[in-house]
Every structure is written in C-alpha cells, then in structure tokens.
C-alpha cells in the first residue's frame, strides 16, 4: 500500500513538472516577462545560463532554444533589455557552450558508449549519421536543430574533429543563430497578430525545428530497410 502510495506522488509529481515546463514553453513571452520584471538586468545572466546549458550540457537537449530567442528578441523591443548587449552575450553563450560540449566528446572519447544512462542513445545514433551525411557543416546546420544541436558538438569531440575547423563553424553556427532568432522575435514579436497568436507561433517555430531531423531519420530508416531487403 506504502509503495503504490508513493508511486502515485511519483507520477503526479512528474505530471506536474511536464505540465508546468509545457506551459512554460507555450506562454514564453508572459514567462520572460515577469522574470524580467522580477529580475531586471540579472535576465541577461539567466538567458545566458540556459544557452550555455542547452548547447554545453548533453543531458539538456529538452531546453526551448529557437523559441526562448524568438520571446527574448520580442521582450527586448518593449524592454529595458538591450538586444545588442543580448546578441553579444548569448552568442557568446552559444559558443563556449559548444566548445565544452565537444571537450566532454574529446576528452571521454568511445568511454561514453559504455556507461551511457544519462545520455539518450537514439538521439546520438541520428546525430553521428546527420554529421557523416553533412561533415563540418552539420556545427553550423546543427545549431537550428533542437536534440542535434546539443549532440553535434558531442559527436565532433568523439570523432577527434580538427579543433580549429571545428572553432571556425562552432562561432559562424553560434553568431548566426542567435542573431537570426533574437532578429526575428525582436521585429515581428511584437506585431498585433504575432502577440494574439504567440502560442501558435511558438508551437511552429519547434514543428518547423523538428521537420529536417524527422525527415532524415524516417529516411535513413528506409535506405536501412532497402539495403537489408537488397541483401541475398
């Protein structure tokens, strides 16, 4: 009875948590502006914490990146914020992140195959075939990816990518997508039809996000089944 008590909080509790991060996702700009209310300037630290955890960290490939820039160039055409002082921090965010990101790959190197519970394997399955199929580029393609964006830079310290190649499209990948996205909510965010339908243009931005990673994972799937069915 103790036990199934439990798992009930359990499951509740999590229920919760999903919940509150959905409503999160889907009310950015309500959220970000009473975290700018509360906090002010220390909003430009917390921004930067989430880029850098998203695109730093492989256990944080959940976190909102194209749709919490699109909300922070909206809040900083109508704020205090400075979406200059923005660009410049959260790129900069954008591109150690990254860096980290493929030190943890370099450094642990094939050992992150073997003990991986933290680190979802699919994800780092479709990203080593998107990087193969894409090489150096799939930095700079990744970073408008959510899931791959956080894996590539893993996948190019594991497969020992030059360092300075690497660094060369780790800081074009980072400036051009935090500029576009910070650029974009920050002209149309804030346009009468795009505020009354913010939640709808949040759910396209991530739909749109997953469309590339979606399509070339159903097609790798039947290229696979193609080449088994071609097999004597």
Not at 46 to 73: H, K, R, W, Y
Not at 202 to 229: D, H
Request: include cysteine; proline fraction near 3%; charge should be positive.
């Amino acid at each position: 009875m103790l036990l199934k008590t439990l798992l009930c909080t359990h499951f509740f509790t999590a229920m919760d948590l999903l919940k509150n991060f959905v409503d999160i996702i889907l009310h950015l700009d309500k959220h970000l502006a009473e975290l700018a209310a509360n906090y002010g300037t220390w909003m430009y630290a917390i921004l930067f914490a989430i880029i850098f955890c998203e695109t730093g960290l492989v256990i944080m490939p959940f976190l909102p990146g194209d749709s919490l820039l699109f909300a922070t160039g909206a809040l900083c055409a109508i704020s205090e914020l400075n979406v200059f002082y923005m660009f410049a921090l959260l790129s900069v965010a954008a591109i150690i992140g990254d860096t980290v990101n493929y030190w943890i790959g370099h450094n642990i190197g094939l050992r992150a195959f073997e003990n991986m519970r933290f680190i979802n394997k699919e994800h780092l399955a479709k990203t080593a075939q998107f990087y193969e199929k894409h090489g150096g580029k799939t930095i700079i393609i990744a970073r408008f990816l959510p899931l791959i964006r956080t894996f590539a830079p893993f996948v190019a310290g594991i497969g020992k990518m030059d360092y300075k190649k690497f660094i060369m499209f780790n800081i074009v990948g980072g400036i051009s997508w935090i500029g576009i996205f910070l650029a974009l909510g920050y002209f149309f965010g804030n346009l009468p039809i795009v505020k009354k339908y913010f939640t709808l243009v949040i759910v396209a931005i991530i739909v749109i996000s997953l469309i590339p990673p979606i399509w070339e994972f159903l097609k790798s799937r039947r290229e696979s089944k193609a080449a088994k069915i071609s097999q004597p």
